[in-house]
């Protein structure tokens, strides 16, 4: 049993609070039942304050989106020297921007898709590249304001320039790659399982296909050859050590087996504070390899550190 007293933040105020509350509790929970002396902090704009009153020996970080993954939650714990779990702020900064983080992987070797960074009230009536394409939020998680623009569309989506946007003005419009979603997790820089992600009434893996019930399935081990599932491995691996990541990463693929099996294999993103409910993916793919969701957040809390 340990006496480490551990807060877990969660909630927080960007999109994906309703997340980050269902992740906290999971945690928090989890870490109880491993002995740890657990507050629950759900953030708002005095977080630095709550910390500096609480002087916990470690942050679990359970928050997900803007503020909570981007490197600034993780500049105020640097500040405040409490360890922390995940990534540091330059890692997480840079993984939060999905364009730089490409930038980074490519240079690496790691297939990327072709991309467009622009403003959003550049993209007129014209197709900003070849159809289909899909327009992100260049910092933003959970395929919040991702649009999928098909071959049959006529003019670029429409809701770019509308008042209803609030997922910023910069915006990356990157060629659609066809195919299957994969996923792989990594763990103290070793690759978890690969998971395929079969969205279940849904073009994509959608916010709603991620977290509504029955939005989607899990299939883990993916089923694809071992030549593919050992390659997306070493990839997730090497996304995780260049764009500079600790504790617990998770790379997205897809992968376009239409023509042959080798087909095309292509890396997403890279996400530095993946989901931590028990059915969440990374949870499942280290449950697959035998290790408990107890274990999981224990060795998550014995990992961290200052200076990450």
Not at 171 to 194: D, P, S
């Amino acid at each position: 049993m340990s006496g480490k007293h551990v807060a877990v933040l969660m909630g927080g105020f960007s999109s994906e609070r309703p997340v980050s509350l269902s992740s906290g509790e999971a945690c928090a929970s989890a870490l109880e039942g491993e002995g740890y002396k657990v507050t629950r902090v759900d953030v708002d704009r005095n977080v630095a304050a709550v910390l500096a009153d609480l002087r916990p020996d470690v942050a679990f970080n359970a928050l997900h989106g803007p503020f909570g993954e981007d490197g600034t939650i993780q500049g105020v714990l640097e500040y405040l020297e409490i360890p922390y779990t995940h990534s540091g702020v330059a890692a997480s900064s840079l993984a939060m921007n999905k364009s730089q983080s490409k930038k980074i992987a490519a240079a690496a070797g790691i297939p990327v898709a072709a991309e467009k960074l622009m403003n959003r009230f550049d993209i007129g009536s014209d197709h900003p590249m070849a159809t289909p394409y899909v327009v992100k939020p260049v910092c933003e998680g959970s395929s919040f304001g991702v649009v999928i623009v098909t071959e049959d569309q006529s003019h670029p989506p429409q809701v770019l320039g509308s008042t209803d946007w609030r997922y910023g003005d910069s915006v990356m419009v990157e060629r659609y790659v066809h195919g299957r979603e994969l996923t792989c997790g990594v763990m103290n820089g070793e690759a978890l399982g690969v998971t395929e992600v079969v969205p279940l009434g849904h073009n994509f893996y959608d916010y709603d296909a991620k977290y509504a019930k029955g939005g989607s399935k899990h299939v883990i081990p993916a089923e694809i050859s071992q030549n593919i599932y050992q390659r997306i491995q070493s990839l997730a691996v090497m996304a995780h050590q260049v764009i500079g990541c600790r504790g617990v990463s998770r790379s997205d693929f897809r992968y376009d087996d239409r023509f042959s099996e080798d087909g095309e294999l292509i890396w997403l993103e890279i996400n530095t504070q993946p989901g931590m409910t028990p059915t969440s993916l990374v949870p499942e793919m280290a449950a697959h390899q035998g290790r408990s969701f107890g274990d999981l957040v224990r060795w998550m809390v014995e990992d961290a550190s200052c200076l990450r």
